[in-house]
């Protein structure tokens, strides 16, 4: 991983400052065929630099609300702003400049001779000039340390680094708003750490960052904001913290909060502690309930 | 104790065309009734071990198979699969690439069909097979129309039909939503405590797993790294985080407050037994 | 998303008097459909194979469907009419009725072109009524009655069943590569995505022929069959009335030498152009909506 200095240099996009990164009102959509309800009005507002996490049962309406922030479904009514541009006057290739979409298999993504050419496709069809292609793609090989595979055929790299390589696709084509599509599924633990420090670093660099995931304890770690689905419609937009602690919201939905949330919720919540996201955060609690003083976290990793 | 249902005698794995070996020098006993729970990084070689219990590896796919892996007494390599397959069900990650039928009820026939099983037997067998897994009534519907988790349980119902008395499921979740994730482990579980059958697991949710294993391996590039009661396995919780694997966030917070001096007890590994530790610990300093 | 992808061409359940005939006995009818509309010029006799189908439709209630599934007729039957009239499929000379700009309209190939489209019209429609009102396995299990192979017809009913996982399969691939900025239509567009589609595929037939193999599939021994198609008294009879009617009338038509009775037929010049202004109306009308559409995209 490169230092933060290079990377904050532009590994991603530039926001136009004036305008917000996603401005969504009252969206409805209906699928062509069989006339299905796949969103039942969604208003939603994102600004630049947010980092959050949609969440929902599939068929909730998760996938289809991303799919309209690059204009790859068009509203069937409403009206979806991506930095102040209005998707239905433009094509998806047009949006790929502002908006990248990592989907959740690597495989449906991926299809060049090289990395290093995968790397580039993107950049080159937005209208990157060669000369600039390379240090892009230089950046994001440092980003995702993907020295040592750079010429491989994409396929013949393990699938956690064909995920990266997925991902890194996308970020050189520099977006001011990036979607990963449940990005921890089939991922080990360790694929799955990596990628939360991505999202995270990414965000710090001013990029919008929304994740959706099943992902609970990946959520809780990362995402800032979270709003959830249900039944074609987001039901709840507040932090993590407010959303795993709201039990009915949960059971309605089915979703289950981290299980270091619902220690806390059973332990320290009651006597007036906080709602922890991590096991650092209810240990610091604990300790501080005892003894007066907080844990000092000793490592972060887990 | 009686004979292992699974016994691993020092075996060795390679695929054809790798040097690696995939699984090196393992010895392994499972006993008839177990839940066990596989962890490992991807690459570790759960998926492998799965494939000898079930026969795939050495008879469908080559490579080089050293040692004996046995089961219910037999000798897995001198067995074809679709004879292995009356002793051990395997289904896998993406339930829609098992999916071969018309109608569920034809899925689950397929099985049945190819063993020769009356017609008489099936009318019978396959009702009370998908009434097992949740889908009585879904017998004409077509696979490919379920959800994920009702696509996942009719792939083990298609398994169950054979009545084997192993169940492996290699990461049956990682495709499902939460609610699919609960139908499956939920019954998975059932099938485990109510017809005692054999249910190994590969899996990476750490929480899920100390919930319904009685067991827990390790595997960390080939070899055998832990085996041991979830209690013991998930305590470890510096060893498993070299392993570069989690534990559950429970384990991890008796491991922070340990640190601090504040807890002495067993490591917590499940919702409740840490909730309960927590609150007496906090209760005895009256806070 | 899950989004059911719905095959143009599928099964309507149903449990109609058609829906209970033995897949055999449908069989026998569209085989001996195909046979008579290709030994046959009678244009009587063959749209009145096609309005026989058709008044099935409504038995079955599969009309809609029907219809749904024959507008596939609309550009090949205006085009085969259209071509007609400018280049007769027949030896010259060829009578002028009437001229468009530089277009020459002859009604001699026209007799020809509708016998073509019979053809097409009765068979597609005696085939779609049968595929409407059989469930595919029923169809499967009766073909292997026939000592059609196991494999064979696995093969082919897991070929019906891939279609619309791939469909959908391209469908991510394409999204995939449009939201990276991908440019260019038509097949240049579309050659990237054959490596993920084929990727895939690969690793789609490796599990399921795990999958398979752990059920037994491999196994030469005795096997049996879930699907029990019956036969009834009623399905003999159908099944033995259409064999008979469709071979007496293949016969009559082949030793009148087609039956051919394009004397009896004559088509006024003004009908020949305005069928002509019709048939190319339409064709270039579909031509010019596809190309929109096509293009908006």
Known sequence: ?302 | MSDPIIRFDDVTFTYAATDEPALHSISLDIQAGEYVAILGLNGAGKTTLGLCVNGVIPTMLGGNLEGKVTVAGLDVSEYPVREMAKIVGMVFDNPEFQMSQMSVAEEVALGLENAGVPYEDMKRIIPETLELVGLAGFEERSPLGLSGGQQQRLAIAAVLAMQPQVLIMDEPTSNLDPIGKQEVFDMAAKLNRERGMTVIVIEHEVEVMARYADRVIVLDSGRVVMNGTPQEIFSQVDALGELKLRVPEAARLAQLLAKQELWSGPVPIRTESAVEAVNELLGAHNV | MSMQMALPIAMIPGNSVIHRINPLAKIVWVVGYIALAFSTQNVFLLYGMALFAFLLAPIAGVTKPLLKGALILVPVASSLLAIQIIAPAVEKPWTHVADIGVLQLYGDGLYYGFVLLGRVVSCLLMALIMVMTTHPSDLFTSLSKLKIPYAFNFMLAMTLQLIPVFQREVGIIMSAQKSRGMKGRGFAAVLPSFVPVFVGAIERVQQLSISLESRGFGSNGFKTSYRQVKVRPSDWVIGIIGALLLATLVTVSIMRGLWSVSSLVVFPHIFVFWLFIVAAGTFAAIILATLIYAFKK
Do not use: W
């Not at chain 1, 084509?173 to 670093?201: A, C």
């Not at chain 1, 300790?287 to 907080?294: D, K, P, V």
């Open chain 1, 1 to 302: 991983m490169s230092n933060s200095a290079t990377a904050t240099q532009g590994v991603t996009g530039q926001p136009r400052a004036s305008e917000r990164a996603v401005d969504i009102r009252d969206a409805h959509y209906v699928y062509p065929t069989g006339n299905v309800v796949a969103l039942g009005g969604v208003d939603l507002r994102v600004e630049h630099g947010e980092i959050l996490g949609i969440i929902g049962q599939n068929g909730s309406g998760k996938t289809t609300l991303t799919k309209l922030f690059n204009g790859l479904l068009k509203p069937t009514s409403g009206k979806i702003l991506i930095n102040g541009i209005d998707t239905s006057t433009q094509t998806v290739q047009q949006m790929a400049a502002h908006v990248g979409y990592v989907f959740q298999n690597p495989n449906h993504q991926l299809f060049a001779r090289s990395i290093e050419e995968e790397l580039k496709f993107g950049p080159r069809n937005i209208g990157v000039p060669e000369d600039e292609l390379d240090e892009r793609v230089a950046q994001a090989v440092e980003f995702f340390g993907l020295k040592d595979y750079i010429a491989e055929h994409p396929y013949r790299v393990s699938f956690p680094i064909r995920k990266l390589v997925g991902i890194a696709s996308i970020v050189t084509m520099r977006p001011s708003i990036l979607i990963f599509d449940e990005p921890s599924t089939g991922q080990d633990h360790n694929t799955t750490h990596i990628i939360n420090g991505l999202m995270r670093r990414l965000r710090d660099e001013g990029t919008t960052v929304i994740c959706v995931s099943h992902d609970m304890p990946l959520l809780a770690d990362v995402v800032k904001r979270v709003i959830v689905m249900k039944d074609t419609r987001i039901i709840a937009d507040a932090s993590p913290r407010e959303v795993f602690a709201d039990k009915a919201l949960m059971a309605r939905t089915n979703l289950q909060a981290p299980q270091i949330t619902e220690i806390a919720l059973n332990t320290v919540v009651p006597r007036g502690g906080h709602v922890a996201l991590t096991p650092e955060e209810l240990a610091a609690d604990i300790s501080t309930r005892i003894r007066g003083t907080a844990v000092t976290p000793s490592s972060t990793a887990r």
